[in-house]
């Protein structure tokens, strides 16, 4: 008995490990690194590899296409760039145009550096300095406090 | 004043709050993607007929001398029966030229829908798989372009045309184009 309900599992489990399998093959290396790079533009935050949209499956069956025909990468992209814009790269170019969204993150980066260094060079740091009075002062003190008990 | 500094969080803050509240009060959706093809030249594209309804092509488009929409649509897309009817009431009312491109449909669906609602298109071709409407950028039914007399693109409208649209966005542009 425990035999059999073996036999099932091993049997059920490597069944479904195998569609899945099947599921995320994709044969042209190229063609999936293409899929990584595209956005879905129905579900816009999903590339085409993750998407099952019906356009996403055209857009893949398209650079697949493509690439058979012997165009480059660079080639498919710009072909899509022509037609559905930048956005289609989830990574953006690095183009004059975008340079501050790639150069933002450095810049507040340094603007905290500055910030920080502005701060700790204001506060000022506190030296073991003793302070010992003058003795005119411990003369006034003496008196102060005896006026007080004094009193 | 020295202390400027102390308040840089806040100055930060409320440059946020503006750029965030732009984005609220414009009421721009991101998710609308604009067309890189304006100003462009509507691409070649083959389309099949529908039975016996005039087949659009590149000829046809230009042939009118006025601006025309063209309207990609589906019988199985929901919102492109909403719009039908202002479609309907461009083409009879205003004049306006339209072509369909049917997307990914079945014809004898397609033609269902033309002999119920109407057909306000003056030509039609059909992209059953899907592939050539990947040169206009469509990435969802219904889009809608305006073409100028010269062939260009001029305006891409994303989603259904409702009555606002007709009157406030579509129209307009075209009696614009028309005066040029």
Known sequence: MRIIILNFLYIFFTISLVYAQENLKVNNIEAKELYEELRCLVCQNQSLLDSDAPLALDLKKLVLYKLEQGLSKEEIKEFLVERYGEFILLKPTFTIKNILLWVAPFIFVLFGFFLTFLFLRKTPVSKEEVFTLTEAEKEKLKKVLNKDIIE | ?180
């Open chain 2, 1 to 180: 004043m020295r202390k400027i500094y102390l308040y840089l969080p806040l100055i930060f803050f409320f440059i946020l709050v503006i750029f965030f509240a732009r984005q609220l009060i414009l009421d721009e959706n991101p998710s609308k993607l604009p067309s890189v093809l304006i100003d462009k030249s509507f691409p070649p594209i083959k389309l099949n007929q529908l039975s016996s309804y005039k087949l659009f092509n590149a000829k046809n488009l230009l042939s009118s001398g006025d601006p025309s929409l063209v309207n990609i649509w589906s019988s199985w897309c929901a919102p492109c029966q909403i719009e039908h009817e202002f479609l309907m009431k461009m083409s009879l009312e205003h004049n306006v030229k339209i072509f369909g491109i049917n997307y990914k449909d079945d014809n004898k669906d397609a033609i269902e829908v033309l002999k119920l609602n109407g057909n306000p298109f003056y030509a039609i071709g059909t992209d059953e798989d899907g592939t050539q409407v990947i040169n206009l950028g469509l990435y969802g039914v219904p889009e809608t372009f305006i073409i100028d007399a010269n062939g260009n693109i001029r305006y891409k409208h994303i989603g259904p045309i409702l009555e606002y649209d007709m009157n406030n966005i579509i129209l307009p542009i075209l009696n614009k184009i028309k005066r040029e």
